[in-house]
């Protein structure tokens, strides 16, 4: 199966570049490169891409505002995003998650990092650049921490409906949650728990509808967020 992408860049080297070290897989091919979200947002909903690589600053509309339009709550039809940047700033990487991308890639990665990204997002498993995967997380712990931590002058209003699931997550699936929070991917995932490939998709299928989740980065940012994983946990990773 082919991964159809599509590139944005403000930077017709960026746009090159990213179009040759992509256009050379055998199992890649580049179906649109333009030069702002606006026109990006548009040919998306056109050509439906496997993965759009989108750049963050742009002129007229950003990356971070295409995200949420292509990839959104509010997306009739939500396309993968991947969000590619020499900036790197936790609060644009935390809005483009928010904003529904399914990764985060530095371009200063090298370029077999941006092929497995793009690979990964293509096939449901999202990738963070591992330079910043640490410090994000800990960017939500930190965030959650504050907001706990804030005086209430009135009763809390209702918890938000990823704060906790309506069904119960069994042993298995938060051990599920637990390595999807570590960035682990479908087959690490196999390996860890001693099971099959199909097994692991049935149990994120399973977490992602307790959730309420729309992909694993909101796996991983309520497991963050609720203390599943820690810190401590992923300094201690092997």
């Known amino acids: ?3 159809r992408i599509l590139l944005a860049d403000d ?4 746009r090159s570049a990213y179009g040759m070290i992509l256009g050379s897989q055998p199992d890649m091919e580049i179906v649109a490169s333009v030069a702002d979200g606006a026109t990006a947002v548009q040919e998306a909903r056109r050509l439906r891409p496997d993965v759009c690589l989108l750049d963050i600053r742009m002129p007229g509309l950003d990356g971070l505002e295409a995200t949420r339009l292509l990839a959104g709550p509010d997306a009739a039809e939500p396309l993968n995003v991947l969000i590619a940047t020499t900036f790197d700033v936790d609060e644009y990487v935390y809005r483009a998650l928010r904003n529904g991308a399914c990764g985060f890639l530095l371009k200063d990665g090298s370029p077999a990092l941006l092929v497995e990204a793009v690979r990964a997002v293509a096939a449901d498993n999202a990738l963070i650049s591992p330079s910043i995967t640490v410090r994000l997380l800990k960017h939500m712990t930190d965030a959650a921490s504050d907001a706990a931590a804030r005086p209430r002058p009135a009763p809390p209003a209702a918890p938000a409906a990823r704060t906790a699931p309506q069904l119960p997550l069994t042993a298995r699936e938060m051990d599920v949650v637990r390595l999807v929070a570590r960035g682990r991917t479908n087959e690490e995932l196999a390996a860890d728990l001693h099971v099959s490939l199909s097994t692991v998709k049935t149990h994120l ?3 992602q509808r307790k959730l309420a989740a729309r992909n694993r980065v909101e796996i991983a940012a309520w497991a ?6 820690t810190a401590r946990d992923e300094q ?3």
């Open 1 to 3: 199966m082919t991964i």
């Open 11 to 14: 930077q017709q080297m960026i």
């Open 205 to 207: 299928g399973s977490v």
């Open 224 to 229: 963050w967020e609720n203390g599943v994983c």
């Open 236 to 238: 201690d990773r092997p």
